[in-house]
């Protein structure tokens, strides 16, 4: 028989998926998809036995993309060998070098293989004693571990292996919308609801005059880090000035919760025109003061739909150290003045709520929204692709996104003279920002 010793590919594991019963199947299929997005056409993804082949083999600079696939435990470059060939090919295939020490892991998915798991590993042991005679065999802690997967078809062969990202599948649990600042926290809030398998969108509230002085900003360059877990993640802009402009003349302390709320409804509105089933901040519990108990169930009830917290329970340096882990650390922590750090210099810790809603009952809140939400544009994200293909954009365009409806995308530039009535008009702008710029100041 003609040996397949030659043909690689690339072996991926999955952990938590294997736990699913009955709807496996469904989450398998939804992990090959994401496989197959990611990769391309020039790639075949298959189910074999608990595992996912993909066939021709990556080159070894393309491999990033499987380490940034939710779902993937992990991943190795294998060698398929036919089964009645096991003892004849693999010694073969490992070379070792003087000394080297190694063991042979042995699994069987094919149980009816006519050796067990323990006698594949004395056997292919001693071949390789054999073919290296300078080798060791160490159980404990080995220089090589020689890994063997019998299936049904053919055997795996592979001694190298890389961690993934883990978690579900991106499209299995839903569609988020992430409160995103820029700082350390929301990447990683974001992050962490993708790897529970949400599609996730990111809207940013800036203090800029028109959203397209956010490009070139920590806020794109985050963004698109992000996006290299997921290619569909998109960047939506909301404007802060109509909420200082209506509120700068309240006092100060209670404007932070005052904001997270403001925050909260807008984003509350988006979620139910465009179908998202949940919001996600990256809140700590007691972090800072809008994150004390109270303060939180205060600004939860200005939402009408699910908040999640993913990082409720995590304290600072954890939060770093996963920021780091996963790449958006540096880029967190460059300059920049996110709507939260200059909404007050001395929150009050614990405002009631009978104060909050007595002062949101004095403007015309549903003015402020509609406002807003006529502003909301739409960034499209310019990511790495680790293959070396084209992907995205340079620079970032923008789009709007409709609030009422499905989030569709037209120009971002009104037609001449068609600028919106419900628009801040030019002076009055100015003079927000005038107000503003004071508050940008180191």
């Known amino acids: 028989m003609r040996s397949r010793m030659q043909t690689q590919v690339h072996l991926v594991h999955y952990a938590e998926l294997a736990l699913k019963g009955r709807n496996r199947g469904y989450f398998e299929s939804l992990l090959i998809k994401n496989i197959k997005e990611k990769l391309g056409e020039d790639f075949k993804v298959s189910r074999a036995e608990g595992r996912i082949v993909i066939s021709p083999a990556l080159d070894p600079n393309q491999e990033e993309v499987l380490s940034k696939i939710f779902g993937v435990k992990n991943y190795s470059r294998a060698f398929l060998v036919e089964n009645d060939q096991l003892m004849e090919e693999v010694p073969k295939l490992v070379h070792m070098g003087e000394n080297t020490t190694f063991r042979v892991s042995a699994k069987r998915a094919y149980k009816d293989f006519p050796m067990n798991s323990i006698d594949i590993q004395r056997k292919l042991g001693e071949a390789l004693l054999a073919a290296n005679p300078s080798a060791k065999v160490d159980l404990r802690s080995p220089q090589l571990d020689v890994r063997i997967e019998v299936l049904k078809k053919y055997s795996a062969v592979y001694w190298e292996k890389k961690e993934g990202a883990g978690g579900l599948p991106v499209g299995s649990s839903g569609k988020v919308l992430v409160l995103f600042s820029g700082g350390i926290d929301s990447p990683v ?254």
């Open 189 to 442: 809030a974001a992050y962490l609801t993708m790897k529970r398998g949400c599609r996730v969108d990111l809207l940013h509230f800036h203090a800029f005059p028109t959203a397209e002085q956010v490009k070139g900003t920590k806020i794109t360059e985050l963004a698109s880090k992000l996006a290299e877990y997921e290619p569909r993640l998109r960047l939506l802009l909301a404007p802060y000035h109509y909420f200082y402009l209506y509120f700068l003349n309240y006092p100060d302390k209670y404007h932070l919760v005052l904001f997270r709320r403001f925050m909260m409804r807008v984003a509350s509105q988006l979620a139910d025109q465009n179908g998202y089933d949940a919001l996600a901040t990256g809140d700590s519990l007691s972090q800072v003061a809008s994150q004390l108990m109270q303060n939180l169930k205060l600004i939860d009830k200005s939402a009408n739909t699910l908040v999640i917290r993913p990082l409720i329970s995590y304290d600072k340096d954890e939060i770093i150290q996963k920021a780091k882990q996963i790449g958006t650390y540096e880029a967190s922590i460059k300059p920049y003045r996110d709507c939260c750090s200059m909404t007050s210099l001395h929150p009050s810790l614990k405002p009631l709520e009978s104060e909050i809603v007595a002062i949101e009952e004095k403007v015309n809140y549903k003015e402020i929204i509609s406002k807003t939400l006529d502003e909301v544009v739409e960034v499209e994200l310019r990511w790495r692709d680790p293959r070396g293909y084209p992907a995205g954009s340079d620079p970032a365009p923008m789009t709007r996104v409709l609030a009422a409806g499905p989030a569709r995308r037209y120009a971002h530039t009104p037609p001449e003279g068609k600028r919106a009535a419900n628009r801040l008009p030019p002076s009055a702008k100015g003079m927000v920002y005038c107000m503003l710029a004071r508050k940008l100041r180191p």
